[in-house]
C-alpha cells in the first residue's frame, strides 16, 4: 500500500491493487468518500471520464482502509483540489492539446508508436546510433530506482520508461500516466507480456490526480516538446514530486544547422516545440527545478533535474 501524507482537505483515492495486476486486468469502478465514482477497465484507471452514482457491473471499490469485494490494501492518491468537481471537471478535452498530442488518440498511432518510431527516434533525431538500451541504462543511473519508493511516468504512451523502471526494481510502486486510451491499452498489452504491475492512469498531466510530494521520482520522455503549455505541466510535477526526489527528463532541443532547422520548421506545423538549452534551463528553473546533469547528443537531451526548496 502506498502511504501519501494526510491532507483533511482533500478526499483519499484508493486504487486496488489488482488494478496493478494487468496479466489479469482489473474492471470495476471506485469511488471517493465524498461518492464521486470513476471507472477502471481492464486495467486502465479513467480519472478523465469519470461519473457519479456508479456503473453497471463490475466490482465497486470502497476507499476507506479496505473495500467491498474483499480488495484489501491498495495504493492511496488523491484528486488535485481535493473535491468532486476537480475529478468531474477533469474528462476529456481537445482544447489546447497540439496536433501531435491529438494524433495520440489514434489506435494505429499507437499500435506502431513503439517499434516503429520510438526505438529508432533518437538515433534518426541524434543523427549518429543510440540504441533504446542506452537510453534505458541512463535512466536508471541517474534515477536510481529503489525498493519501497514511488515513481511516475508523466506522459507515458506505451509506459516504456515505466515498465523499465518496474523491470529494474520490482518492489517500487509504478503509475503511468496518459490522456490517450489507445496509448494506455498498448501499454497494458506489452506490460502484461513483461509481468511488469503498474498502476495505469488516465488523467491530465495539467492536473495530476496525486497529493504533493507523492513520488520519490518523475520520468518523461519527449513529453515536453507536445506541449502547448509546458510550464503548467512541469509546476505540477513539482508539486507532487517530493522535495529530495529527482525527475529523468528527455526532450528535443532547438536545431542549429541548417538541415535540423529545416526538419524542425516542418515538425513546427505539427505543434512540436524546440527549446533552446537555455530556454529549457530558465524553464526548468522558473518550475522549480535545478538541473543536476545533463547530456546532449545532436538534438536529443537528456537531464535530471532535482527539486529547488521553497
Not at 501499454?187 to 495530476?208: I, N, W, Y
Request: charged content about 30%; proline content about 5%; hydrophobic content about 40%.
Amino acid at each position: 500500500m502506498m502511504k501519501i501524507p494526510k491532507d483533511k482537505d482533500r478526499p483519499d483515492l484508493f486504487l486496488p491493487p489488482q488494478a496493478a495486476h494487468l496479466q489479469n486486468p482489473f474492471t470495476g469502478t471506485g469511488t471517493t468518500p465524498d461518492g464521486f465514482t470513476f471507472r477502471i477497465k481492464d486495467g486502465i484507471i479513467d480519472l478523465m471520464g469519470g461519473i457519479k452514482g456508479g456503473i453497471k457491473g463490475g466490482t465497486k471499490v470502497s476507499t476507506k482502509g479496505g473495500t467491498k469485494g474483499g480488495i484489501k490494501g491498495g495504493t492511496k492518491v488523491s484528486t488535485k483540489g481535493g473535491t468532486k468537481a476537480s475529478i468531474k471537471g477533469a474528462r476529456t478535452s481537445t482544447r489546447l492539446r497540439s496536433p501531435a498530442q491529438l494524433s495520440n488518440l489514434i489506435p494505429l498511432t499507437a499500435m506502431v508508436y513503439e517499434d516503429l518510431w520510438r526505438k529508432r527516434s533518437l538515433s534518426i533525431l541524434g543523427r549518429e546510433p543510440f540504441s533504446l538500451d542506452e537510453e534505458f541504462r541512463i535512466l536508471q543511473r541517474w534515477l536510481q530506482p529503489s525498493p519501497g519508493k514511488r515513481y511516475l511516468d508523466v506522459g507515458c504512451s506505451t509506459a516504456l520508461y515505466a515498465r523499465n523502471i518496474k523491470s529494474i526494481c520490482k518492489e517500487c510502486d509504478v503509475v503511468a500516466l496518459d490522456y490517450s486510451r489507445p496509448m494506455l491499452r498498448q501499454a497494458r498489452k506489452r506490460a502484461a507480456e513483461e509481468m511488469a504491475d503498474l498502476f495505469l492512469v488516465r488523467a491530465d498531466a495539467r492536473q495530476m490526480p496525486f497529493l504533493d510530494g507523492t513520488f520519490d521520482g518523475l520520468a518523461m520522455g519527449g513529453t515536453l516538446n507536445e506541449l502547448l503549455d509546458p510550464m503548467r505541466v512541469l509546476r505540477e510535477c513539482r508539486r507532487v514530486i517530493r522535495d529530495d526526489g529527482l525527475f529523468f527528463i528527455m526532450f528535443l532541443l532547438k536545431a542549429e544547422k541548417p538541415v535540423g532547422i529545416a526538419a524542425q520548421l516542418a515538425a513546427r506545423l505539427g505543434g512540436i516545440h524546440f527549446p533552446s538549452k537555455e530556454d529549457s534551463t530558465k524553464r526548468f528553473k522558473e518550475a522549480g527545478f535545478r538541473v543536476k546533469k545533463r547530456m546532449s547528443m545532436g538534438v536529443v537531451c537528456m537531464a535530471l533535474l532535482e527539486p529547488v526548496r521553497a
